[in-house]
C-alpha cells in the first residue's frame, strides 16, 4: 500500500474523480458546500451512524432498493437547510443528461448529507442555496481529469469546527494505491465534537463532562448543546456491487472512529458514502480470494478516510467572526 502524489494523495487520485467547492466567508457568512462529481454509472452505498444526522435521498442507496448508481453526492453547510443545494446539483446533471433514464429523460441520483455550522459566521440565516450547488457541479464537471482538491477552509468545511466550537476544521483528502492496482480515496468534512488526541477520562454513568479534563471548553456543564457532523466520501476504482458498497461504507467508519475521539455521537451526524467506478477488477477466483480482496479494500477504506480526516484538520486556518474566534489545530497531524 501506498499513498498518492501531494502529501498522502486525494480523492482525485481514483479515475473520473471529480471535486467542486462553493463558499462564502463575508458578510456574516461562514458556511459552504462540496460536490463529488463520480463518472457515469458509479455504483454507491451510504451508512450513516451519526445520532444527529441531516440527508438527502440517502435511503436510495440502500443495497435492497431499484438504483444502482449515483451520479453525485453532496456534502454541505447550513444543516438542513443546506440540503437544498442538492435540488442545483441535480438540475445541473439533468442538463448533462446524468440520471436514472425514465420515460421523457433522466433522473438524477444526488444523495447529500449536511453539517451543523449555522451562524458561525454571526448571521444564522446565512446558509448555501440552490445556485451554491448548480455551481459547484460546475465547477467539479470544468475539472480535468486527477485534478488538486483544495483543502481546508473550503467548501463545506469552511464552517466546519472541533472539540466543541474550540479549534478549525475542514475539508481533508487521502489516497492510497493497492498492489492489485485498487486505489481506494477520500474527502472527509470534519465538523467533530470530538477532537484527534483526546483521551476520555473515567466518569461516573451519564457523566459526559469529564471527556477531557486537560480542556475545560469541553467540561462546561452549561455550554450549549454542541451540533456536530463528519461526512466522508470513499472512491475506489474497483468493481464492487451496492451491497458491497454498503459494507465498505460501514468499514470506513472505523477511520473516522481512529482518527476522533469521541465519535458517532448523538450530537454527531456522521456519515461515510462509498463510491465504486469499477475500473478495476478484484480477484474473485475463489471464495478465499473473495473475501482477501474485499477485506483488503475495506481496511484500506478505514485508513484513507482517517488520513482525510487528519488532513482537514490540519489543513484547517484560524477564523475570527461575529459568533467567536476559531483557532487552528496546534501541529500537523498529516
Not at 449515483?70 to 435540488?87: F, K, Q
Not at 448533462?96 to 447529500?112: D, L, N, T
Not at 467548501?155 to 494505491?177: L, M, Q
Request: aromatic share 4%.
Amino acid at each position: 500500500m501506498s499513498s498518492g502524489a501531494g502529501p498522502q494523495g486525494k480523492i482525485t487520485d481514483v479515475p473520473g474523480m471529480r471535486v467542486g467547492h462553493q463558499q462564502k466567508s463575508d458578510g456574516g457568512w461562514l458556511s459552504g458546500m462540496t460536490v463529488v462529481l463520480p463518472p457515469a454509472g458509479t455504483v454507491g452505498s451510504v451508512d450513516v451512524r451519526g445520532g444527529g444526522p441531516g440527508t438527502h435521498e440517502t435511503d436510495a442507496l440502500d443495497p435492497t432498493t431499484l438504483v444502482r448508481t449515483v451520479d453525485a453526492v453532496v456534502l454541505t453547510g447550513g444543516s438542513a437547510y443546506g440540503l437544498v443545494t442538492a435540488h442545483g446539483v441535480q438540475r445541473w446533471c439533468e442538463q448533462q443528461g446524468r440520471g436514472f433514464a425514465v420515460a421523457g429523460g433522466v433522473v438524477p441520483i444526488v444523495p447529500a448529507a449536511a453539517i451543523f455550522d449555522l451562524g458561525r459566521g454571526g448571521d444564522f440565516s446565512a446558509r448555501p442555496y440552490e445556485a451554491m450547488g448548480y455551481a459547484a457541479a460546475a465547477a467539479a464537471g470544468a475539472q480535468t481529469e486527477g485534478h488538486d482538491v483544495e483543502r481546508g477552509n473550503v467548501g463545506a468545511g469552511t464552517g466546519a469546527v472541533i472539540g466543541r466550537g474550540k479549534y478549525k476544521g475542514g475539508v481533508g483528502t487521502a489516497s492510497v494505491f493497492l498492489e492489485n492496482g485498487v486505489v481506494v480515496g477520500a474527502l472527509a468534512v470534519v465538523n467533530a465534537l470530538g477532537q484527534p488526541g483526546v483521551e476520555p477520562v473515567e466518569t461516573k454513568a451519564g457523566d459526559f463532562d469529564g471527556l477531557n479534563q486537560r480542556d475545560d471548553k469541553l467540561n462546561q456543564r452549561d455550554a450549549p448543546p454542541a451540533l456536530n457532523t463528519t461526512l466522508v466520501v470513499v472512491a475506489t476504482n474497483a468493481v464492487l456491487d451496492v451491497a458491497e458498497c454498503k459494507r465498505t461504507a460501514s468499514a470506513a467508519h472505523a477511520g473516522l472512529a481512529r482518527a476522533l475521539n469521541p465519535s458517532h455521537t448523538l450530537a454527531d451526524g456522521d456519515t461515510v458514502f462509498c463510491l465504486a467506478t469499477g475500473g478495476q477488477e478484484l480477484d474473485r477466483s475463489t471464495e478465499a480470494a473473495r473475501q482477501i480482496s474485499l477485506i483488503t479494500l475495506q481496511s484500506a477504506a478505514a485508513d484513507v478516510v482517517r488520513l482525510a480526516i487528519l488532513d482537514g484538520i490540519s489543513s484547517a486556518q484560524a477564523v475570527t467572526t461575529p459568533a467567536g474566534e476559531f483557532g487552528a489545530y496546534p501541529g500537523d497531524l498529516r
